[in-house]
Every structure is written in C-alpha cells, then in structure tokens.
C-alpha cells in the first residue's frame, strides 16, 4: 500500500510503501508511488493534493531528499521511503529510487538488484493479470462468449479467449526459463509482456458428424446414398457425434469415393485443386461444434 505523509501543515513530506495500512489525518492512502506529491499540501475538505503556498520553500528541501530502503531479514526490500535529512539510522539502505519494492540487497556494494525469484514471482503475477484481463472481471467475457456461442452456434470468440490464455501460459513459461540464463544486468532490465494479438487459433480436425456431412453437395449425397458399398461407410458415422479430418479411415474413405467417381467438381476452384482436398479441409469453429 502506498502512502504520503504529511507534516503539522499537511504537506507532503515523504511518499512510500508499506506492507500494512497506516491511515491517519498525517498519512494519507494513495494510488501509487507518485513522488510529484512531494512539497504539495492537502486539503482535508476537497481530499486533494494542491500547490502549497509557500512551494519554493518546500521545493527547496524536495532538492536534499535521498532514497532509502527497509530490509527484511533475508535482506529484500520490504519497504521505501524519501527523506530529508542524509543522517539515517543504520537500518536504513540508500537506494537510487523508490521502485525497488521486493528487490534483493547487497549490502557489500549497497545496491539493490533483482533476483532471479524476484523475476519468477513478477511473471507469475504479470501472466495472473494477463488472464484476468481476458477473461474479464468475475469472468465475463467469458460467460459473454459462451452465451453467444449458445445462440449463434460460432464458437469464434470462446476460441480466441482460450487461444489468448494458452498464449500467456506459453510465453510465461518461457520466460520463467529464460530467466535462468541471464546476467544480473540482464534482469535488473528484464521486463515481461505479451502481445495477444499474437493468440492463433489452433487448427481444428474434427468436426461434428452433422457439419461433416453438409460438405457434399446434394448430387454428391444422392449418389453415395445410392452406392450400397459407400452408404455404409458414409452414413455409419451417424452413429459417432465426430469425424477426424486427419483420420486415416476418413482420408480413405473420400479416396474410394472419388476412385468410384461419386464426387463433383471443386466448389471452390479458387481455393482447392481437386474435391478430395476439398472435403478433407481443416475445420471451422462452427463445424467443431455444429449438430446435425
């Protein structure tokens, strides 16, 4: 949590991070670590930040202010503040800035560094935010998708929000191992992000039996249908909820179709060469989930 402490004249004398809550008419809650509060005043009537009176005083004393952090005791940074007065109790550590919340310390050189835990943790939270972010506050894109899913029968946008999630899992997971192998420069620098627009949605074999089935054409249908030996193989999938686009049975199956010359022309001659590679196509989010 982050706080601004005020002097007897309500300015801001000091801005830091705490692990507890310090509310008090002399320190006041705020949004984060904004050191430009500093040599501002508070007005307890409007609970807003605004220029003091006598601000080139103030600015003044702002120019001596040094960096300083508390350790824990397995020396990480648990809390900062800015001070005044260069004369400080041992405990505390000078740093170059205060955002630092977390870090590692070495007390040989005084410098605060990030540690490959400290690294590992921030992804963790980076990607925990990341999936909260698609799926929405309390799920909602979530729920939005499959409700539209429900009545239109495209399965498009539930898809892509699952796409995105794998993606954040993925590339955190990378990122947690990369981190191993970098140099202490290289992860005082690290920072973790994802471009989602990056989400591919994954190729998609197997369709439902119904969406299967409306790829022939009613020609194509009438003439299996009328083929005793094909009827069998065509119309036995009736019995399954599913087809396997990259199934051997499946790819054998249109094979003898077209060797018995029960198949039409390409559809989509722009797209395809011949009408085998036609109906063996890489399904549509609508087929995946398509009925009968």
Known sequence: MFFALLNDNFVVYNVGEFEYDISSPQSIKIEQ????????????????????ITAEVINADVKSLAFYALLD???????????????VADEFKPIPHLDCIGWS?????NTPFKSESFIKSKIKEDAAEYIRIIEGEDK???????????????????????AKKELVRVKSDEAELAVQSL????????AFSINLSDAV??????????????????????RIKAASEMEQALFGLQGRTHVDLSA?????????????????????????????????????????????
């Open 73 to 87: 005791e397995s020396n990480v940074i648990a809390s900062v503040h800015s001070i005044k007065s260069s004369v």
């Open 183 to 190: 140099t202490q420069d290289e992860l005082n620098n690290f």
């Open 140 to 162: 909602w894109r979530i729920q939005r998708a499959q409700e539209r899913a429900k009545v239109s029968g495209d399965y498009s946008e539930l898809d892509l929000i699952y």
């Open 201 to 222: 949605l994954p190729v998609i074999h197997r369709i439902t039996v119904g969406a299967f089935i409306s790829r022939y054409t009613p020609d194509e249908y009438n």
């Open 105 to 109: 310390y070495d007390l040989t050189t």
């Open 248 to 292: 051997l049975v499946t790819q054998e199956m249109i094979g003898a179709q077209n060797s018995l010359r029960l198949l039409g022309p390409v559809q989509e001659p722009t797209k395809y060469s011949d009408r085998v590679s036609e109906l063996l196509r890489s399904g549509s989010n609508d087929e995946a989930y398509r009925g009968e």
């Open 33 to 52: 670590l904004d050191e430009t509060l500093i040599g501002k005043q508070y007005n307890v009537e409007t609970m807003q930040f605004v220029d003091f």
